[in-house]
């Protein structure tokens, strides 16, 4: 309950579309990643996520995967 309380909100804006747009362009990634990997760009923050494989072909994308601490 703490996290959600925590947790910030972004929204989807023109600077993420347009890098959604040149991700899915260069990576071979579903749409919703490529979402998720240019809102966390934009936004200056790290994603954590177990699935490594698919974002890190992601350039820019900083990734940590919690099961690996």
């Known amino acids: 309950m ?36 240019a809102s966390a760009i934009v936004n200056e923050c790290t994603l954590i996520t177990r699935n490594e494989k698919d974002f890190a072909r992601v350039d820019k994308l900083n990734i940590i995967n919690p099961h690996h601490l």
Do not use: G, N
């Open 2 to 37: 703490i996290f959600i309380q925590t947790a910030h909100e972004f929204r989807l804006t023109e600077d993420i579309i347009a890098l959604t747009i040149e991700i899915r362009r260069s990576v071979k990634i579903k749409l919703p990643d490529a979402i998720i990997a």
